[in-house]
């Protein structure tokens, strides 16, 4: 399930993993348009994830995904956090989460939400997630290192539900390949689009 997907661009990296998504959710009538017209199969749904309730899907999905609405903490933006309704929305994401009880929890957002309020807001959000029962892991990645021709800098937080790594005898934390090293070349549109 992702919420807040937009266009559809993270939902459509996680099919091109091998993930079958079960929902997509946005509130912009535009871009589930696109979804639609691109994934007629998938399950595209125009709504507020604060009008959602997913409590039949708990303990039945994998992963949740979302970039939850970073304008309240970009620095393009007025960067008032969670005074800021669109960062409020982060407690919908975690609420969300908590009825469905996913396995993996992905997260993305702006680079500036890492040290938004000198690292409190994070701090907030890395704790709700903790206190749902959440290992939690987050890097700063570019993309422009990482075969995408553009450059751009985004937070990626990945949580993994407490009992998952128990279950194998692994610490989330010792996982030191959670997030993809950077290749050494930078890619242009060229090599995106030429064939």
Known sequence: IELFCGAGGLALGLENAGLQSKMVVDIDKDCINTIKLNRPKWDARCMSV????????????????????????????????????????FYEYARLIDQVKPRIVLGENVRGLSNHDDGKTLSVMIRILENLGYDVQYRILRSQFLDVPQKRERI??????????????????????????????EPTIRDAIED
């Open 50 to 89: 604060a009008e959602l309730d997913l409590k039949l899907h708990a303990k039945k999905i994998d992963v949740v995904a979302g970039g939850f609405p970073c304008q309240a903490f970009s620095y393009a933006g007025m960067k008032r956090g969670f005074e800021d309704a669109r960062g409020t929305l």
């Open 156 to 185: 990626f937080m990945v949580s993994v539900r407490d009992d998952v790594l128990k279950d194998v005898g692994l610490n989330f934390m010792n996982i030191s390949n959670v997030f993809p090293d950077p290749e050494e070349y």
